[in-house]
T-cell receptor
Framework: EPEVTQTPSHQVTQMGQEVILRCVPI?????FYWYRQILGQKVEFLVS????????KSEIFDDQFSVERPDGSNFTLKIRSTKLEDSAMYFC????????????FGQGTRLTVV | SQQGEEDPQALSIQEGENATMNCSYK?????LQWYRQNSGRGLVHLIL?????REKHSGRLRVTLDTSKKSSSLLITASRAADTASYFC????????????FGKGITLSVRP
């Protein structure tokens, strides 16, 4: 069964460093998303991406964050200068279409900023 | 306002019993989805119910949606120890490009 894959599963980084989280969405999906979950809290929307551009972003997704689809398969989230409060589980998701289709999530990348 | 609030926050049942989890939301929605998350792991999609549907079944899962009350329930019948996980409802709103808004989740423990 097709699935969303994320790498790495766990990343530890020093405060102020840049990190890139990688995702391979399901191959025929067109809509891509990043969410995050701080330990013990809700899953929060960060950004949605369609047709090679951001379609919506949340207040969390400030100038320190960027997304890219560098080729036909990968979808990346970059955090330019990490802060302690960026420590969270980051989930990538994809869906075939918008409005009424299931969003499938990857296993997540646990980011720990020290 | 909070969208997608589940209750109870924690539920402990015996294997074989049914588990009912509820979700309420505040704004109008397109669809409501239920997800399961095992401890520290990814979100597994369980079922999607559209705003014009009232009930949906998938294996041991039954989901209902009452748009007049802005609520949904997830019933797991004949629960198993492997059903132990956190369960989240997530809604998407019309015109919101399928962005999902999650509730805080329900922790279900199924005792063997």
């Amino acid at each position: 069964e097709p699935e969303v894959t994320q790498t790495p599963s766990h990343q530890v980084t020093q405060m102020g460093q840049e990190v890139i989280l990688r995702c391979v969405p399901i191959s025929n999906h067109l809509y891509f998303y990043w969410y995050r979950q701080i330990l013990g809290q809700k899953v929060e929307f960060l950004v949605s991406f369609y047709n090679n551009e951001i379609s919506e972003k949340s207040e969390i997704f400030d100038d320190q964050f960027s997304v890219e689809r560098p080729d036909g398969s990968n979808f990346t989230l970059k955090i330019r200068s990490t802060k302690l409060e960026d420590s969270a589980m980051y989930f990538c998701a994809s869906s075939e279409a918008t409005g009424g289709t299931e969003a499938f999530f990857g296993q997540g990348t646990r980011l720990t900023v020290v | 306002s909070q969208q997608g609030e589940e209750d109870p926050q924690a539920l402990s049942i015996q294997e074989g019993e049914n588990a009912t989890m509820n979700c309420s939301y505040k704004t109008s929605i397109n669809n409501l989805q239920w997800y399961r998350q095992n401890s520290g792991r990814g979100l597994v999609h369980l079922i999607l119910i559209r705003s014009n549907e009232r009930e949906k079944h998938s294996g041991r899962l039954r989901v209902t949606l009452d748009t007049s009350k802005k609520s949904s329930s997830l019933l797991i019948t004949a629960s198993r120890a492997a059903d132990t996980a956190s369960y989240f409802c997530a809604t998407d709103r019309a015109g919101a490009n399928s962005k999902l808004t999650f509730g805080k989740g329900i922790t279900l423990s199924v005792r063997p």
